[in-house]
């Protein structure tokens, strides 16, 4: 009876090892599979961060003030162009549209 209860005791221990290491082994692949995707994510921040700072993709941060709406106004009497005014101020032909026609009354 005793012999029989230590190779008992002795496949508990052994069912108890094989769990915890295959336990930390999985511990140890999804550990690894997370630095990985740190990495591109990390990755992917500084490519963002870069997109960003280009040019090409910032939106229009100014916004036009009441000197340039009355020069807008002024050539637009003289009988100047939209592409002549534009060329001029530096706004785009809807921007001086809107400021010449004002249908929202908002210049």
Known sequence: MLKKL?????KDYNWVGKYIKEYNERVLY??????EKNKIIDYLKIENDS???????????????????DRIRKLKNEGKSYSYISNVTGWSKATISRVINN???IY
């Open 6 to 10: 230590k190779k008992q005791k002795k």
């Open 30 to 35: 999804y550990e690894k599979q997370l630095a």
């Open 51 to 69: 997109l960003r700072k280009n040019i090409k993709f910032q939106g229009k941060q100014k916004q036009i003030s009441d000197k340039d709406i």
């Open 103 to 105: 249908k929202k009354n």
